[in-house]
């Protein structure tokens, strides 16, 4: 029987030659003190959030407050909302991803809120009964209404407690000061120790303090205290064996969409660091699934590998998976040592199935690269999931077309494909910092970007994202079942054979079929069924579709974030040699007040600024703003509000492809 000695020993020598040989420098320290503490705190979490396993945020800075000795408890107010859910007898899952809208929206006030009450009350309940003095808030984007009425609410019975907000939200907009004594901006685990010393010693602030974390600092992941979970009934979560863990913060790549690779600078943990605390895990908590919640696993594809060499030579029985770059770095044996060492899936960032569209993302990844990472995964049993954008700024119909192509031609080496809501433009990135080069106008129409050819916008995005579907519903994974995210099948009816034909990448093709000669909009919008109905024929051969939309249909399903007022009726048949016939009939009107002016370059927070290093030749970061320019804008916004793009089309048309 092998001692500890021995199986130490063996993973040592399995990561020894992979992992690096030297710290990482330039990186900050966590001092953590351990002495006694009179202050109670309490971080909360509130819905819609993950539920598959406990937030790993509020566990990491459970494990830091009380090393440094702070009486420390933590309460997922969103697991506790999701066990009530079966209960309200309503027609949808609220934590669906697809819905998640319902949370930011006043339908959160009719239909979840009255029916959480009484649970937020129990949680009053506990603040009295055990006196706490500070209570922490971890704000997203869907659980901002939530936390901001149960803040409210503490101001009003509790009106001595210090409230602390942190998390994602506050990187682009720092909470209201009369809801949040203090606010952390970038990483907490050294702010959030600053806050409660200050805390202890003075009381609560007299005004709102902002903590933001320093241009380049970059927190050492080593040496922080390993998430503490034992608040947590890992029972609670879809995956009772799973936790999240980090592997690195930050992102090697700059995509212009991001907004997370200006968040914090890139730095990786050690493959000696990771693999302990995944081992004690398994050996506290029986966890066997890991999923690292890094912007990208493979940032440092060397000590990826080594961890992978690692945990296969200790021979525990623990699966892991995690976001990652497509590498052409990593080949078939690679993914074999991953595979060895637990790795059952990737995550990637595929983004799109055009390398025009790729490279003006600057993903720094071509298909070929994409498609061989993926097939050298699924021979070894790296299984991969692909991260979409549909209706990037630069994306044409063409290019939107290279994708269908793309995805049906990688169905099976997938194991599915999320497709969100469509690109959207978070204030903080290279693009919206420079946006005009990406062919924004300096406008929302109807709440939502828009191009200044008005060939892009939210409705047209919509149509894609629905038209995507409708081809992934004919697809297969490699796990055997059809990869669409939202049901569309309320959207189509299909009349179609056996035919599942291979296609190879058609290099170009006019989609401007119709030519209804009304403006852009209408004329571009019209048109964005063609490359579902190309791809196929091209895939399915001879078929008959009928597609239905109307505005009722994706409120429901998209909420305000995408619908428009848009009716379209679209019969299309097409015979096995091409022969094809289309009626329609399109109606779309424009909503009141559509136009308003929208301009990110003045966004200041810490993130906005490393964007515009980026973005803008010569910048340091600096707000750059010019009175004739912003001018010259506005007079251009109040032109556009001249603009009505309603319209009414309807025909016939026939075709030979």
């Not at 990637?348 to 490279?359: A, H, I, R, T």
């Not at 000669?517 to 024929?537: C, G, H, K, T, Y």
Request: a neutral charge; glycine letters at 6%.
């Amino acid at each position: 029987m092998e001692d500890f000695d021995d199986k130490h020993l063996k993973i040592m020598e399995a990561i020894l030659p992979y992992a690096r040989k030297t710290p990482q420098k330039n990186l900050t320290q966590v001092q953590i003190n351990n002495v006694s503490r009179k202050t109670k705190v309490l971080f909360m979490l509130f819905p819609e959030w993950a539920i598959k396993f406990p937030p790993y945020n509020i566990a990491r800075l459970v494990a830091v407050t009380r090393k440094a000795g702070y009486n420390t408890s933590a309460i997922d107010v969103n697991i506790e909302s999701r066990k009530l859910w079966k209960e309200w007898n309503i027609d949808f899952d609220p934590w669906e991803g697809s819905y998640d809208w319902i949370w930011e929206s006043d339908r959160y006030w009719t239909d979840l809120h009255p029916r959480l009450l009484e649970l937020y009350e129990s949680y009053f309940k506990y603040i009295a009964d055990n006196s706490i003095d500070v209570v922490g808030f971890s704000l997203y984007y869907c659980n901002k209404q939530q936390t901001f009425w149960f803040a409210k609410e503490l101001r009003k019975r509790f009106p001595n407690i210090t409230l602390i907000v942190g998390g994602p939200d506050c990187h682009m907009h720092v909470p209201p000061a009369e809801l949040f004594d203090v606010a952390v901006v970038g990483e907490a685990e050294r702010n959030i120790l600053d806050v409660l010393e200050n805390i202890e010693s003075n009381g609560k602030p007299d005004k709102q303090l902002v903590y933001e974390q320093q241009d380049g600092e970059r927190l050492d992941l080593n040496n922080l205290p390993w998430a503490d979970y034992s608040d947590f009934d890992f029972n609670n979560y879809q995956m009772p064996n799973g936790v999240n863990a980090e592997f690195s913060r930050g992102c090697t790549a700059k995509c212009v969409f991001c907004s997370e690779t200006h968040f914090w600078k890139y730095r990786g943990r050690s493959a000696h660091s990771t693999l302990n605390e995944v081992l004690k895990l398994y050996d506290n908590y029986g966890v066997d699934y890991v999923w690292f919640l890094d912007s990208l696993v493979n940032g440092n594809t060397q000590e990826l590998r080594a961890f992978a060499k690692g945990l296969a030579a200790s021979g525990k029985p623990i699966m892991w998976t995690g976001y990652a770059r497509c590498d052409a770095r990593m080949d078939k044996e690679y993914y074999n040592d991953l595979a060895q060492g637990g790795c059952h899936m990737l995550s990637y960032g595929l983004e799109s199935g055009s390398n025009s569209v790729l490279k003006d993302m600057d993903k720094r990844i071509t298909i070929d690269i994409v498609e061989q990472n993926l097939e050298d995964g699924l021979r070894v049993g790296v299984g991969a999931h692909a991260n979409w954008i549909v209706g990037f700024p630069t994306e044409t119909q063409f290019n939107f077309y290279e994708s269908l192509q793309f995805i049906w031609r990688n169905q099976h080496n997938v194991m599915g494909i999320s497709t969100g809501h469509g690109f959207t433009e978070p204030p903080d990135t290279i693009l919206s910092q420079n946006s005009e080069a990406y062919g924004f106008v300096k406008a929302y129409y109807e709440d939502n970007w828009i191009r200044a050819d008005f060939t892009n916008s939210k409705t047209h995005r919509m149509i894609r994202l629905i038209t995507t579907n409708i081809l992934l519903d004919n697809c297969t994974s490699s796990r055997g079942r059809p990869m669409n995210n939202f049901d569309v099948s309320k959207y189509y009816s299909l009349e179609a054979g056996s035919v599942r034909n291979a296609v190879d990448y058609e290099a170009d093709f006019d989609f401007a079929i119709i030519k209804p000669q009304i403006n852009p909009f209408a004329d571009s919008l019209v048109n964005e069924f063609w490359p579902l109905l190309r791809m196929m024929w091209r895939a399915r051969g001879a078929y008959r579709i009928k597609i239905k939309i109307d505005p009722d249909q994706t409120l429901k399903q998209f909420g305000l974030r995408l619908v428009s007022n848009f009716d379209v009726q679209l019969d299309f048949k097409i015979s096995h040699t091409g022969k094809w016939r289309a009626n329609y009939r399109f109606k779309y009107t424009q909503q009141k007040d559509a136009w308003k002016y929208s301009d990110y370059s003045r966004h200041d927070t810490l993130s906005a600024a490393r964007a515009r290093k980026l973005a803008v030749p010569g910048s340091s970061g600096e707000i750059q703003f010019d009175k004739q320019k912003y001018a010259r804008d506005k007079r251009m916004v109040e032109q556009l509000k001249k603009l009505d793009f309603s319209f009414e089309y309807a025909g016939t048309a026939r075709g030979k492809w």
